[in-house]
């Protein structure tokens, strides 16, 4: 008997893992389709970057750049960190000359010169991975001076003070993981009475932009409920509640999951309008491993599996760490010293997915657990549908766009271990149902149907 019933059961799942891999695509206009390709740095101001300035960062069509760790790929610059704009804690905060805005000026002005670019700014110092010895990650001993140097800041930048500019950075983030003893040396305890002071003053002095951290680097509940409940208690804001996830399990779930039990505990104490951002994310083996680059279309496609499904999820807005050319040759780059990686072309192909920002409507059916798709169009009815098929084996994906209407031609691109996005046909027959082989055991597939 138990035989027979093995014998049923693996039946049964070569079934299952035989079924057809179908998406159809409908002309129903739904939501937007929601920033979740933003990024953790952009371009340096060195020479050695002027290739991925010129060449390579544009491609990506990022929403948001998120300003953290810039000046590890800036050295020598007094760029971005508060410390470093300010450098001086017994100077004057209300005194132009005591600020350094020049090399963050030129950073900032270099990003949003990319089409659709703006810059998400947050406000304290980068991390201080040095075993012997931190220097600027200590808690805040004047808190109001700092919300004055922060203030000034944000004018600099938003309102055109001291010869500033009128940017529209919508976001600003208070610090960066305090929870991290890399980070922060003091306890959350310690943090959230200054995160308190400081977000109140700032919403106060500026109503109109959006407030929020704590930047956590955990997303557990015993760290961010009492967070959460210091803050109503005090009538504090958080416009957006930020937090970081480097997923080891190399599946999609916890990742795109992570936000569900914040939801809830937000919305429960007054926060139902609060946004959650997961600003940092990137998959890695282990935090031992000295390799962190994604290479292979398995990560690729896990990339852009894990993208697309926070299209459903809680998650608001989502930035891939990192989105810069690396100095560390085996760093979390997009690029690590002029050589291109896979999680590039992953960014490329949701970027062009995220400019068709209405949502079209996909029935779909044998799609695997961590395989998804999502189709977009724009304001002049061009389409862009993205599959990725994560771990799926060698097999093929039908997609139906005949519902779609006209189109001149569709363009069909393939990302794998030696694809890189490479157009493999042009269609202009879409009256049937066509098949998109996977050859190896991953790949992201890309369609831009054209007017």
Same mark, same amino acid.
């Given at each position: 008997?138990?035989?027979?019933?093995?014998?049923?059961?693996?039946?049964?799942?070569?079934?299952?893992?035989?079924?057809?891999?179908?998406?159809?695509v409908?002309?129903?206009?739904?939501?937007?389709?929601?920033?979740?390709?933003?990024?953790?740095?952009?371009?340096?101001?060195?020479?050695?970057?002027?290739?991925?300035?010129?060449?390579?960062?544009?491609?990506?069509?990022?929403?948001?750049?998120?300003?953290?760790?810039?000046?590890?790929?800036?050295?020598?610059?007094? &760029?971005?960190?508060?410390?470093?704009?300010?450098?001086?804690?017994?100077?004057?905060?209300?005194?132009?000359?005591?600020?350094?805005?020049?090399?963050?000026?030129?950073? @900032?002005?270099?990003?949003?010169?990319?089409?659709?670019?703006?810059?998400?700014?947050?406000?304290?110092?980068?991390?201080?991975? &040095?075993k012997?010895?931190?220097?600027?990650?200590?808690?805040?001993?004047?808190?109001?001076?700092?919300?004055?140097?922060?203030?000034?800041?944000?004018?600099?930048?938003t309102?055109?003070?001291?010869?500033? /500019?009128r940017h529209? #950075?919508? /976001?600003?983030?208070?610090?960066?993981?305090?929870?991290?003893?890399?980070?922060?040396?003091?306890?959350?305890?310690?943090?959230?009475?200054?995160?308190?002071?400081?977000?109140?003053?700032?919403?106060? =002095?500026?109503?109109?932009?959006?407030?929020? *951290?704590?930047?956590? $680097?955990? %997303?557990?509940?015993?760290?961010?409920?009492?967070?959460?409940?210091?803050?109503?208690?005090?009538?504090?804001?958080?416009?957006?509640?930020?937090?970081?996830?480097?997923?080891?399990?190399?599946?999609? %779930?916890?990742?795109?999951?992570?936000?569900?039990? &914040?939801?809830i505990?937000?919305?429960?104490?007054?926060?139902?309008?609060?946004?959650?951002?997961?600003?940092?994310?990137?998959?890695?083996?282990?935090?031992t491993?000295?390799?962190? =680059?994604?290479?292979?279309?398995?990560?690729?496609?896990?990339?852009?599996?894990?993208?697309? *499904?926070?299209?459903?999820?809680?998650?608001?807005?989502?930035?891939?760490?990192?989105?810069?050319?690396?100095?560390?040759?085996? %760093?979390? *780059?997009?690029?690590?010293?002029?050589?291109?990686?896979?999680?590039?072309? $992953?960014?490329?192909?949701? *970027?062009?997915?995220?400019?068709?920002?209405?949502?079209?409507?996909?029935?779909?059916?044998?799609?695997?657990?961590?395989?998804?798709?999502?189709? %977009?169009?724009?304001?002049?009815?061009?389409?862009?549908?993205?599959?990725?098929?994560?771990?799926?084996g060698p097999?093929?994906?039908?997609?139906?766009?005949?519902?779609?209407?006209?189109?001149?031609?569709?363009?069909?691109?393939?990302?794998?271990?030696?694809?890189?996005?490479?157009?493999?046909?042009?269609? =202009?027959?879409?009256? =049937?149902?066509?098949?998109?082989?996977?050859?190896?055991?991953?790949?992201? #597939?890309? @369609?831009?149907l054209?007017?």
């Amino acid at each position: 008997m138990k035989l027979q019933l093995s014998i049923v059961s693996l039946l049964l799942t070569g079934m299952l893992a035989a079924q057809p891999m179908t998406v159809k695509v409908l002309p129903e206009p739904q939501e937007p389709i929601k920033a979740l390709n933003c990024g953790n740095i952009g371009p340096s101001l060195k020479n050695a970057d002027e290739d991925f300035r010129n060449n390579w960062f544009g491609h990506m069509k990022l929403p948001y750049v998120r300003l953290h760790d810039v000046p590890f790929t800036n050295s020598a610059l007094k &760029i971005v960190d508060m410390h470093l704009i300010f450098a001086n804690d017994h100077a004057d905060a209300s005194k132009r000359e005591n600020y350094c805005f020049e090399p963050t000026d030129d950073y @900032i002005n270099q990003l949003v010169s990319y089409p659709g670019v703006k810059a998400y700014y947050r406000l304290g110092v980068s991390i201080e991975n &040095i075993k012997q010895k931190h220097y600027h990650i200590h808690p805040v001993k004047d808190v109001k001076k700092w919300a004055d140097v922060a203030s000034n800041i944000i004018r600099h930048y938003t309102e055109g003070k001291w010869d500033g /500019y009128r940017h529209d #950075i919508e /976001y600003w983030e208070i610090w960066n993981e305090p929870d991290n003893h890399e980070t922060y040396t003091g306890t959350m305890e310690d943090f959230t009475p200054f995160y308190i002071q400081v977000a109140k003053t700032l919403k106060k =002095r500026f109503p109109h932009l959006k407030i929020g *951290g704590p930047s956590l $680097a955990h %997303g557990e509940k015993h760290i961010y409920e009492p967070f959460i409940l210091a803050c109503e208690k005090a009538g504090a804001p958080i416009d957006f509640f930020s937090y970081h996830y480097y997923p080891q399990e190399w599946t999609t %779930g916890p990742i795109i999951h992570t936000a569900d039990s &914040i939801r809830i505990f937000l919305d429960q104490h007054g926060y139902k309008d609060t946004e959650i951002h997961l600003n940092e994310w990137h998959p890695i083996k282990d935090w031992t491993t000295t390799d962190m =680059r994604v290479l292979d279309g398995d990560g690729a496609a896990l990339v852009v599996s894990m993208m697309l *499904g926070f299209q459903d999820s809680h998650v608001d807005k989502a930035f891939y760490y990192t989105t810069h050319n690396h100095p560390n040759p085996n %760093g979390f *780059g997009v690029m690590n010293r002029g050589k291109i990686n896979n999680s590039f072309y $992953a960014m490329c192909a949701v *970027g062009e997915l995220y400019v068709h920002n209405t949502r079209l409507k996909i029935e779909s059916s044998g799609l695997p657990e961590d395989t998804f798709a999502l189709a %977009g169009t724009d304001e002049d009815g061009n389409v862009c549908v993205l599959a990725s098929c994560y771990k799926t084996g060698p097999r093929s994906l039908t997609f139906d766009l005949s519902s779609l209407g006209e189109f001149d031609h569709a363009d069909v691109h393939i990302l794998d271990n030696t694809r890189k996005l490479t157009r493999i046909v042009t269609l =202009r027959d879409f009256s =049937r149902p066509f098949d998109v082989d996977v050859i190896e055991d991953s790949a992201v #597939i890309l @369609i831009r149907l054209r007017k």
